[in-house]
């Protein structure tokens, strides 16, 4: 049997029974010690029958947009950390041949640094959270805490930190999930859920532990978040033609419809197209938000391309007009593709990924945008394919991670240690999870070991993607 087999099978028997008594509860997270010590994470071995990831990632590019290929590749040619955020896929054939407690959750699947930061509530509250799902799916909790862990020995690498740096940046990371698990484990069903991280909160939690410089950048990006929204987004995009406000080209990363088929016939079948979808998307929304979208005509339609993975992916923005031109409202239509999780895990119940993605993030984010549905539909080339909608902007705040110091990455990864165990505790066994981490560092520093092997494949992979590009067997397109 297969490793990846062997993961599925080990996975799928896992049974969640909520109606246990924490005692129960805590006795299984107990009892997977004995089977899976702590310390077992530490091991990373690929074994020489280790897939080409180079070759991985070229599987991957066969369904996407191939003039868009090449920019996905330059950006992560960039750096070790940038390779990392666009090679998912390559880790999760890694992970699928690592121990496992047999505790499931709702994965984010890709839960690097660069995959959390800061948005608008619905209640208008600027909360931080994880905020990709393309790869969510159930499975091990253990391979989003490895993916979180990797992805700051990596940075860390990046920015120059020392070895010893590195290493307690990471711990303090997974330290921070393992106390907030335990914590959650003593809490009621209705506290998990609410909680949050709100930012203004955080702000005067932190205020102690940052330099008055960075107090003051974090004030100004805090402020600076809350002007990136739909009326911003329409000043930056926009410019007014043909008696109205269309989305301004800036190929290749942003092109318009009419530039991308100029012919009126193929042109008019996309928009028609996507605009279609918009009008059945909608019922995947819930009744209040679905009139509310009502209210908005789209009136101009763009292809986008996003993020480092995701490059490649179908991505088009949509131009909505409510009661007038200072009414705008910024859709983001996504391609929904099978997760890379899915290989291993298999396809968690869904048949559509756009509404596993929807689900997941639904699942997972303490609260999620109001727009966000999901729908299926035929493309130009008469290919069905799954799209989910979100908004575009919606006070969005992302971290610069090359220009942190220790302990601004340590700060950060507390944090991030701790949001990606409240999207755990909302899905999974807590008390079961708890138990199994225990109150030692045990599973801390088997996880750093984890962290340090695997940061070593990812600069060995890194080095291979390179060369594959100086050799001409991928096109990368640099400066995008």
């Known amino acids: 049997m297969t490793e990846q087999a062997t993961t599925r099978r080990r996975t799928r028997k896992i049974e969640v029974r909520p109606h246990l008594t924490p005692q129960e509860r805590a006795?299984?997270?107990?009892?997977?010690?004995?089977?899976?010590?702590?310390?077992?994470?530490?091991?990373?071995?690929?074994?020489?029958?280790?897939?080409?990831?180079?070759?991985?990632?070229e599987s991957q590019s066969a369904a996407r947009v191939p003039e868009l290929v090449p920019i996905r590749y330059g950006r992560m040619a960039v750096s070790p950390f940038t390779f990392y955020r666009g090679a998912a896929l390559v880790m999760a054939s890694d992970l699928s041949g690592t121990p496992l407690s047999g505790l499931v959750v709702q994965l984010c699947g890709d839960a690097h640094l660069s995959n959390f930061g800061a948005f608008g509530s619905p209640e208008r509250r600027l909360l931080f959270d994880l905020n990709d799902f393309d790869e969510t799916l159930p499975g091990p909790w253990e391979w989003d805490v490895k993916r979180l862990a990797a992805s700051i020995e990596i940075a860390g690498r990046d920015n120059g930190l020392a070895t010893k740096e590195r290493r307690t940046v990471v711990q303090a990371c997974v330290a921070s999930y393992r106390r907030a698990m335990r914590d959650f484990a003593g809490r009621r069903h209705l506290d998990v859920w609410y909680a949050r991280a709100d930012l203004a909160q955080l702000q005067a939690q932190l205020g102690s532990r940052l330099r008055p410089r960075g107090r003051r950048r974090l004030s100004q990006e805090m402020a600076k978040a809350r002007t990136r929204d739909n009326v911003q987004a329409m000043a930056k995009l926009t410019a007014e033609a043909d008696g109205g406000p269309r989305i301004i080209a800036d190929p290749p990363l942003i092109v318009p419809v009419t530039d991308l088929f100029p012919g009126e016939a193929e042109r008019s079948r996309l928009e028609s197209q996507i605009y279609g979808l918009l009008d059945g998307y909608r019922r995947s929304l819930q009744h209040d938000r679905r009139a509310l979208v009502e209210q908005y005509r789209p009136v101009d339609l763009a292809r986008k391309v996003v993020g480092v993975g995701s490059v490649g992916t179908r991505c088009w923005i949509v131009l909505m007009l409510g009661r007038d031109e200072q009414d705008p409202l910024f859709l983001q239509v996504k391609e929904a593709v099978p997760a890379v999780l899915e290989g291993f895990l298999g396809a968690g119940g869904f048949d559509n990924a756009g509404h596993r993605v929807v689900t997941g993030q639904r699942l997972m984010q303490a609260a999620s945008d109001i727009f966000l549905g999901w729908q299926r539909i035929d493309g130009p080339d008469g290919k069905t394919r799954d799209y989910y909608v979100r908004q575009l902007r919606d006070w969005k705040l992302s971290v610069e991670i090359g220009e942190m110091l220790p302990a601004g990455l340590r700060t950060y990864g507390e944090l991030c240690g701790w949001t990606l165990a409240r999207a755990h505790a909302r899905t999974g066994d807590r008390i079961a999870i708890a138990a199994y981490l225990g109150s030692g560092d045990a599973f801390d520093r088997a996880v750093a070991t984890f962290s340090q092997a695997y940061a070593d494949q990812n600069d060995r992979d890194h080095g291979r993607f390179v060369d594959a590009i100086k050799d001409g067997r991928i096109t990368a397109q640099s400066d995008l």
């Open 27 to 57: 006795a299984l997270g107990r009892r997977a010690r004995s089977t899976v010590p702590r310390s077992s994470h530490a091991v990373y071995d690929p074994g020489p029958s280790r897939p080409d990831p180079v070759a991985l990632l």
